[in-house]
């Protein structure tokens, strides 16, 4: 068989995939706002209107918008997950895997990460402005949930059309939105990737999010969520940081880190902002341990980035967070698709390993291809965003090991062996294909008809498509590695192969662009 359209050379250096190139910053980056159109409902039956979607994109989609990876933010975080801002000194918040050669290569895969609904950083929360008082939420914003972030990330990915994401990744509460999509929307997803994480909300993890809210809720500032243009409840804000950061590090850290190190200059003190002065201090204030120096540090900072009342939204939506039904985690992942990376932290303490080995066995029990690691790290739940080598090896592994099913497109157009000429090759013109598999009345393939073929016949003057079907046609099957399709395309100088199953349905087609898309850009 012959096409017009050959495949590039270098695509048969499919080992190069595992570029040990140095990864690279990505530069300046801005954010986009998206606003979903009509009404937004929740979970709870309540509706939004005018919900805004703050988010960033990193890298180029393909034709097809196959190679699309969302990214899903921790509890505090933001849509500024990589590169830099306009006078930025420091980059998004997961730099160190988001780039030209690193796990999320950017030369590769279209990367986009949003601001969660209930965030204060760009999109929808309880300090954005209700349309119909035209005043700041405050604690009239509905109560969310984990899915509820999820249905807003479907809402732009859909708007920027794409139909399937190669990849949706994240870690902590992040690694939560990851498992929500594959169990809320399982065609959507090719691979997922939770770091960190649990299918279910711990009552320890519970306890802790509770002391959190209260230090916020018990400050007098915080005036029933009713503090915006007024002071704001820093006290109480920077407390529930103070506490939630204790989570995030790990007794062998805070040692290394710390130790018993004592420090004579005071760091900011959290019962007293800087406009006030205060003659009743705990005695003996001339001597800090650096742990309490550096927790009141964290403390102060987060109070000028962050909006106490997302802090409440937040941290319950992560409470009432439980993937199970009926007490089961298997039949919570019945559903699941996706193939799954599962990585946890050896001295987490907060999502402890246990817990992603329970997600990877519900997982497992449902057939789903679920792959488990650790990251060896003293820096707990934290070492998700700083353990770099770690991560880039875990995860460029796992996204590299690419099979036909994961790239291959099953929409695609085909035709009977009783169509004309005419009409296929109409076909061809207005869906923009080169390729159109014969299909039988009960899906098998029979042949393929190539723009090429149509062109002889045009010349030939044949009508009939059944003179010129191909029927020794090369094919690949779904359960097979990209790299064997991709010789397969380089041997016959061929750009498409269709997928078939054992009994020679054909469930897609495969094109060079899309594992081009994935394996790199060709110069």
């Known amino acids: 068989m012959e096409v017009s359209n050959q495949l590039p050379s270098q695509l048969s250096s499919y080992k190069n995939i595992l570029s040990t190139k140095k990864g690279q910053n990505l530069g300046i980056v801005r954010s986009i706002n998206y606003e979903i159109p009509g009404i937004f409902r929740l ?8 919900v805004r979607i703050e ?102 990915i859909e708007h920027l059309g794409v139909k399937q994401l190669f990849a949706v990744a994240g870690g902590s509460m992040g690694g939560m939105q990851v498992l929500q999509w594959t169990v809320s929307y399982p065609e959507m997803v090719k ?36 503090y915006y243009g007024k002071k704001i409840p820093v006290q109480g804000l920077a407390l529930a940081r103070m506490i939630g950061h204790i989570t995030y590090l790990s007794d062998a850290s805070m040692q290394k880190k710390f130790g018993r190190a004592q420090q004579t200059e005071a760091g900011p003190n959290i019962s007293r902002t800087s406009s006030e002065t205060s003659s009743e201090t705990f005695p003996d204030r001339s001597s800090y341990f650096q742990v309490e120096s550096y ?50 932290i050896t001295s987490d303490w907060l999502y402890p390993p246990y817990q992603s080995q329970e997600i990877v066995s519900a997982l497992t029990a449902n057939g789903v291809d679920a792959k488990y690691e650790e990251i060896r790290s003293q820096y707990g739940h934290d070492a998700f965003l700083l353990e770099e080598g770690q991560l880039n090896y875990l995860i460029r592994g796992f996204l590299s090991r690419i099979l036909v099913s994961d790239i291959m497109n099953q929409n695609f157009y085909s035709v009977s062996r009783d169509e004309t000429i005419e009409n296929a090759s109409v076909l061809m013109v207005k869906k923009k294909v080169n390729h159109l598999p014969v299909v039988s009345e009960d899906g098998k393939l029979e042949g393929i008809v190539t723009s090429w073929d149509i062109t002889k016949a045009v010349a030939c003057k044949i009508t009939e498509l059944d003179e010129i079907i191909t029927r020794d046609v090369k094919y690949v099957f779904s359960g097979e590695k990209i790299e064997t399709a991709s010789s397969i395309m380089e041997d016959y100088s061929i750009s498409a192969l269709p997928v078939i199953d054992s009994e020679n349905r054909i469930l897609g087609m495969v094109t060079s662009e899309s594992i081009s898309a994935l394996i790199g850009r060709f110069s």
């Open 191 to 226: 691979k997922a990737i939770a770091i960190a994480t649990t299918a279910s909300t711990t009552p320890q993890q519970i306890a802790f999010g509770a002391i959190g809210r209260k230090a916020i809720t018990d400050d007098p500032k915080w005036n029933g969520g009713n």
């Open 295 to 344: 927790l009141n540090h964290q403390g102060d900072t987060f109070t000028k980035r962050f909006d106490a009342n997302s802090y409440l939204y937040i941290t319950k939506a992560v409470d009432f967070f439980d993937l199970s039904k009926s007490g089961s985690l298997i039949e919570g992942f019945s559903e699941v698709t996706a193939k799954f990376l599962v990585i946890s």
């Open 55 to 156: 988010y960033e994109m990193y890298g180029k989609m393909n034709a097809d918008k196959s190679n699309v990876i969302l990214i899903c933010h921790a509890l505090t975080g933001d849509a500024h997950a990589a590169g830099f801002h306009a006078g930025d000194k420091k980059p998004g918040w997961w730099n160190i895997v988001i780039g030209p050669n690193k796990a999320f290569d950017t030369e590769k895969y279209c990367v986009i990460c949003s601001n969660i609904l209930g965030g204060c950083k760009g999109s929808t929360g309880p300090s954005s402005i209700d349309p119909e008082t035209e005043k700041p939420y405050g604690i009239s914003f509905p109560v969310i949930t984990i899915a509820d972030m999820v249905n807003a990330q479907k809402k732009l």
């Open 43 to 50: 979970e709870s039956g309540k509706t939004l209107s005018n």
